[in-house]
């Protein structure tokens, strides 16, 4: 499966749209949605193929009275080269779509904003470049943000399903995930209570907590905050 034909894929639906999807608000959402779509109805239409063709040929080589069973030898190579190579195929070009996404979402732009990220059982600390620390991760609009993650103990596992990202937080060693929030994406799920809207400007640290100094228009962040992000 060649990129043209894989850039094709953007002519389908986007299972973004779907009831059951919370909507992509990165950048890299769409091209997450975009595969998964793309495996689910290959999976499906597989697994329906499948079980009806198994279903025809049990009624049709069903034991009857007056009929002989028929024994054969030979083999077809033709069909046999088809259903082999039609699906390895098909998983090259799912390979193919996977690596791709997996190097652009590991290679953070030079110029991200970095956060550094702690776990520890049951909370997250949130460390920003100007010192502040904060159990709440807030992210600046249309700017590439780069999270390096650790824990205190244990795995743990920072999950933002909005931004499609997900990344395990190891003791003893440090790992990275990065996204980008577009400004038109601000306002996207105002419903949902794990969600937080703001506009402010940069975080300011004060006394050992994390404030924010809106007499300060220099930097003038459009905020996306998030204080959950899975265990």
């Given at each position: 499966?060649t990129?043209?034909?894989?850039?094709?894929?953007?002519?389908?639906?986007?299972?973004?749209?779907?009831r059951?999807?919370?909507?992509?608000?990165?950048?890299?959402?769409?091209?997450?949605?975009?595969?998964?779509?793309?495996?689910?109805?290959?999976?499906?239409?597989?697994?329906?193929?499948?079980?009806?063709?198994?279903?025809?040929?049990?009624?049709?080589?069903?034991?009857?009275?007056?009929?002989?069973?028929?024994?054969?030898?030979?083999h077809?190579?033709?069909?046999?080269?088809?259903?082999?190579?039609?699906?390895?195929?098909?998983?090259?070009?799912?390979f193919?779509m996977?690596?791709?996404?997996?190097i652009?979402?590991?290679?953070?732009?030079?110029d991200?904003?970095?956060?550094?990220?702690?776990?520890?059982?049951?909370?997250?600390?949130?460390r920003?470049?100007?010192?502040?620390?904060?159990p709440?991760?807030?992210?600046?609009?249309?700017?590439?943000?780069?999270?390096?993650?650790?824990?205190?103990?244990?795995?743990?596992?920072?999950?933002?399903?909005?931004?499609r990202?997900?990344?395990d937080?190891?003791?003893?060693?440090?790992?990275?995930?990065?996204?980008?929030?577009?400004k038109?994406?601000?306002?996207?799920?105002?419903?949902?209570?794990?969600?937080?809207?703001?506009?402010?400007?940069?975080?300011?640290?004060?006394?050992?907590?994390a404030?924010?100094d809106?007499a300060?228009?220099?930097?003038?962040?459009?905020?996306?905050?998030?204080e959950?992000?899975?265990?």
């Open positions: 499966m990129p043209s034909v894989l850039s094709n894929l953007n002519g389908l639906p986007a299972l973004a749209d779907a059951w999807f919370r909507p992509g608000v990165s950048t890299t959402a769409h091209n997450v949605d975009q595969m998964f779509f793309f495996i689910s109805v290959v999976c499906v239409f597989f697994f329906v193929l499948i079980i009806a063709l198994m279903a025809w040929f049990m009624w049709i080589y069903r034991k009857r009275p007056g009929h002989r069973e028929q024994y054969s030898q030979h077809n190579n033709t069909l046999e080269v088809t259903w082999s190579v039609i699906p390895l195929l098909i998983v090259i070009g799912m193919y996977g690596f791709t996404g997996y652009d979402m590991q290679n953070a732009p030079a991200a904003y970095e956060i550094e990220v702690e776990a520890s059982k049951w909370q997250w600390s949130f920003y470049p100007n010192g502040a620390t904060s709440v991760l807030h992210v600046p609009a249309d700017r590439p943000v780069k999270l390096i993650l650790s824990s205190k103990d244990v795995i743990h596992s920072l999950y933002i399903p909005a931004f990202v997900k990344m937080c190891v003791p003893g060693r440090y790992t990275y995930m990065w996204f980008n929030i577009p038109e994406y601000i306002s996207a799920d105002h419903t949902d209570p794990t969600f937080d809207n703001d506009v402010a400007n940069d975080v300011k640290y004060s006394d050992g907590s404030t924010y809106e300060d228009p220099q930097m003038g962040y459009d905020l996306f905050c998030t959950y992000c899975g265990t």
